[in-house]
């Protein structure tokens, strides 16, 4: 089934499905949980476009390759392109906000961790990337008074705020642009608050963006 950005109400944005930029322990909570140092400068990763799924449907959780992580992530979807930008250009470019799953395999996230190798396979394989509808922009009043939250099966597992980035969003997409031209129809992942945990298949999953956005879904 194929993927297409969307707002709200459901009409599609006329957008490709691009790639998605990362923001690796962008939460101090976060960081301390998985005993991380917290990175001096933004740690980008990309997950492919073929990574991306729809949120709102069940989504496939893989058996083979160890546990699963959650992690309850806001996400801005690009709409121009983005080279070298300031942070005003950064916000003139962004469509719209939402939230995304960066659905990671952990235990083979720290195998090639420990081996230093790349991480690509526990962070981008196909539906790693679950993405919600999109808000617009002039919807949003601050980008960083967010609430996000995620219950799974009924308890809350994840609740941050968007004021506790380490990179606030205006900057961090900057920044990521000095590095990967963003394009129409790219996500930026700001990155998880604390909570993050395992998810199996037949998980029942509640994520919310503040009031702009509540989501329920299933993992399958
Ligand atoms: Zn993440």
């Known amino acids: 089934m194929s993927y297409q950005h969307q707002y709200l109400d459901g009409s599609p944005l006329n957008l490709p499905t691009g790639k998605v ?72 470019a962004i469509i719209g906000v939402g939230l995304g799953l960066d659905l990671t395999l952990r235990e083979l996230q720290d195998q090639l961790k420990a081996k230093g190798h790349p991480w690509e396979k526990s962070k981008g394989f196909d539906g790693s990337c679950p993405l919600s509808r999109f808000v617009s922009l002039d919807e949003v009043e601050d980008l960083q008074t967010l609430d996000i939250r995620l219950w799974v099966n009924g308890e809350l597992r994840q609740q941050g705020n968007s004021s506790q980035m380490l990179n606030q969003v205006l900057p961090l997409i900057s920044y990521c642009s000095e590095f990967f031209t963003l394009e129409p129809g790219d996500v930026v992942l700001t990155g998880t608050p604390a909570g993050v945990g395992p998810i199996s298949a037949d998980d029942k999953l509640c994520v919310e963006l503040d009031k702009l956005l509540s989501i329920t879904t299933q993992a399958v």
């Open 21 to 92: 930029i990362c923001v690796g322990r962008n939460f101090a909570e976060h960081a301390a949980e998985l005993n991380n140092p917290i990175p001096t400068e933004p740690m980008l990763f990309i997950k492919p476009s073929t990574s991306v799924v729809d949120m709102s449907k069940p989504f496939f959780v893989p058996r083979d390759y160890g546990v699963v992580h959650f992690e309850t992530e806001m996400s801005i979807l690009i709409g121009e392109t983005l080279k070298h930008a300031s942070p005003i250009q950064a916000k003139s």
